[in-house]
C-alpha cells in the first residue's frame, strides 16, 4: 500500500517523538508547512491541537511519532495501519 503524506497544522512547529506520548523525548522538530507520511498509527496520550484532541499518534518514520492532533488527515479516526 502507498504511504500518503498529510500536512502539518500551518505556523506549528511539531514535536516528533520516539514514542506515542508527550513523555517520550524529542527526537527532532518538523518545520512549519512540513507534510509527513503516515506508515502506520498507534493509540497513546490524549494531546489536544488545532485539529482537535484525540490519542492517535502518527508513527511518520521508525521511532518517531507525532500527535495526529497536529496532522490534517481529514478524519479522528485511523487512516492508516495500526502500529504493530
Known sequence: MAVKYYPVAPGYRVNVRSGPSTTYPVVRVLAEGATVPIHCQKAGEWVSGPYGTTRL????????????SYVRTGSDDYVAPRCA
Open 57 to 68: 499518534w502518527d508513527s511518520i518514520a521508525p521511532g518517531q511519532y507525532v500527535s495526529d
